[in-house]
Each structure stands twice: as structure tokens, then as C-alpha cells.
């Protein structure tokens, strides 16, 4: 039951909502006067559902200090609705877990960063209620990490350096500092890293430089990734295989290939296609011959 003097301490301002000009000038803040006042619904429940999901959140126990909750959020642009999400974490991790919760942004463009590293003050300018402050990882703070002793000393934040370094003009000296460092370490440790690199280039130019590192330097790794690149390998062997056979057979038969035959067949990166090339070269008049569509099979009579 809500006793009457937390009534009577909040109704007031109902009453006369002029009140807190004067209660803010004795606590020493200066607010104007307001010109116009609206009672707001007090209840603020939601009455839908609103879904609210933190990238990632750690609870951290530490050996001095105080347990702390961690959420991560990744911010891959400049988000003007950002900071008020953000708000709305904290306070809720701190009303359900009551333990002090702590922001951490992960950003791959230095003005995204720079934007989600500022302090948003939340209240009046005069006396901000909550001041939001998270602690930002970027291209602005994040080491570039090129040698390769000192990424054995921690492949995790190296890892991290690289994804958030993705953009960076020397990207191919700090992935091959990357690759190098985990030739040496065991698969268990090195297959996560090598796939969360992949997925953390995304479709960056610096993505088809790890692939091609991985492919050399990591070649005996077993993840997702390696096998992958190792097929494709295999595939465009064996396709360029194919290719110059057909050529071989045909020059062999003193056919004329023309260059756009010619590159008809060495850019073709289908096996089936190729390997029907293949049979028809040796006895084919033209290079017409060769891509010749199948003979319709026989209709039964």
C-alpha cells in the first residue's frame, strides 16, 4: 500500500507543477520557470511487446574488484537512436542484476567511433539525471598489430584489432602478421580466430587477402573456411586442366581457335561443361564443334 507521505511528496508537483523552479534554485541549479505543463501517464509499462537485445552480455567476477555485468555492441554506422537504446540497457541491466553494468562498442570506421564515444548527458543541461559513457573500441584506439611475437601474445585481441583495423591502408601486413602467428598454435584455438577474422572482414577487399592467407599459411587447418578455399582450389585446378586440354587437342588437329573461343574455354568454370568440351575436341573441324550443343537423344519409334 503507497503510504500517504509518498503521496504527498510527488501529488504536489501535480498540484502545482511551478513547484520545482523554486525547489531546483535550493538545490542550487538554475531552471526556468516553465510556460506550460502536461500530466503524463505515470504508468510505464509497455503494452507490447518491444524487443530489447544487447549484442552480447558478460557478467565479469574479478579478483580485487566487484563483480560487473559487460554488454558489447557492435556499431557498424552512425546511429542517432543509438544512445537512447543504450540508455535504456544499463538501467535495465542494473534494475534486474544489480550489478554495475559497463558499455563496450566495437567499431570498424573512425567516425562512427569518435560519435559513439561521446558522453550523452540525459536530463536537463542544468543537472543531468544519467550521464551515458560508454567505453568505445575502434580504428582510433586499437593497436596495429604487425608483429608477430607480439600477436602470440594475445591472438584474441589481435584478432579484434585486425577486424576493427579492416579499412586501414596496411591491412595486408596486420592480417599476415595474423596468419603467421597462428601457424604455430592449436587448431582449437586457431579455427575460431581464422573464422571470426572471415566474418569480421565481411565483403571488405581485405576478405579475399585473408582467404588467400589462409589458403598458404594456414593450409593444414581443418575449419569451415580452409576446406572451403582448399575446394575452390581444387575446383579451378582441374578446370584449368580441362581447359588446356581441349586447346592442346585442337591445335593437335590444326583447328583455328579464335580468341574469343579461346577465352570462351579458359574462363568456363564448369566441370560438366568442360569435360563435354574435352570429348568433342579431338574430333572436331572448328572450334564451333566443340560447343556444339548434345544430339538430341533418339525418340522412341
Known amino acids: 500500500m503507497v503510504s ?21 534554485e535550493v538545490l542550487g541549479i538554475t531552471i526556468s520557470p516553465p510556460v506550460s505543463v502536461t500530466v503524463m501517464p505515470t504508468d510505464l ?10 549484442d552480447t552480455l558478460l557478467r565479469l567476477d574479478t579478483e580485487n ?37 559497463l558499455l563496450l562498442v566495437v567499431c570498424q570506421d573512425r567516425a562512427t567511433a569518435e560519435r559513439a564515444s561521446r558522453r550523452v548527458q540525459i536530463g536537463p543541461r542544468q543537472w543531468p539525471a544519467l550521464t551515458l559513457h560508454p567505453l568505445v573500441a575502434g580504428p582510433h584506439n586499437m593497436p596495429v598489430i604487425t608483429d608477430v611475437a607480439e600477436a602470440r601474445k594475445d591472438l584474441a585481441l589481435t584478432t579484434l584489432a585486425a577486424i576493427t583495423h579492416a579499412a586501414d591502408p596496411d591491412i595486408g601486413a596486420i592480417l599476415k602478421t595474423l596468419s603467421t602467428a597462428l601457424r604455430d598454435v592449436p587448431e582449437s584455438i586457431a579455427d575460431p580466430l581464422v ?33 572451403e578455399i582448399r575446394d575452390e582450389g ?29 577465352e570462351r574455354i579458359t574462363t ?20 564451333e564443334d566443340v560447343f556444339a550443343e548434345e544430339q538430341a537423344a533418339p525418340q522412341p519409334k
Not at 509499462?45 to 544487447?54: A, C, F, G, I, K
Not at 542494473?94 to 550489478?99: E, G, S, V
Open 65 to 101: 574488484d566487484e563483480p560487473f555485468l559487460l554488454a558489447i555492441e557492435a556499431q557498424g554506422k552512425k546511429d542517432a537512436d543509438k544512445p537512447a537504446s543504450w540508455a535504456y540497457y544499463l538501467s535495465y541491466l542494473y534494475t534486474k542484476y544489480r550489478l554495475p553494468p
Open 4 to 24: 500517504s507521505p509518498h503521496e504527498a511528496m510527488h501529488r504536489i508537483f501535480q498540484e502545482h507543477p511551478g513547484l520545482f523552479s523554486g525547489v531546483s
Open 234 to 262: 581444387r575446383t579451378e585446378g582441374r578446370t584449368e586442366g580441362i581447359a588446356q586440354g581441349i586447346l592442346l587437342f585442337l591445335a593437335q588437329a590444326g583447328v583455328d581457335v579464335s580468341d574469343e573461343a579461346r
Open 268 to 287: 568456363c568454370g564448369d566441370l560438366d561443361t568442360l569435360n563435354r568440351w574435352l570429348l568433342r575436341a579431338p574430333t572436331a573441324r572448328s572450334a
Open 45 to 54: 509499462t509497455e503494452n507490447r511487446p518491444l524487443e530489447r537485445r544487447v
Open 195 to 227: 573464422e571470426l577474422t572471415a566474418q569480421g572482414l565481411g565483403n571488405r577487399p581485405a576478405a579475399q587477402q585473408w582467404r588467400n592467407l589462409v589458403a598458404v599459411d594456414l593450409s593444414f587447418y581443418k575449419s569451415f573456411m580452409a576446406e
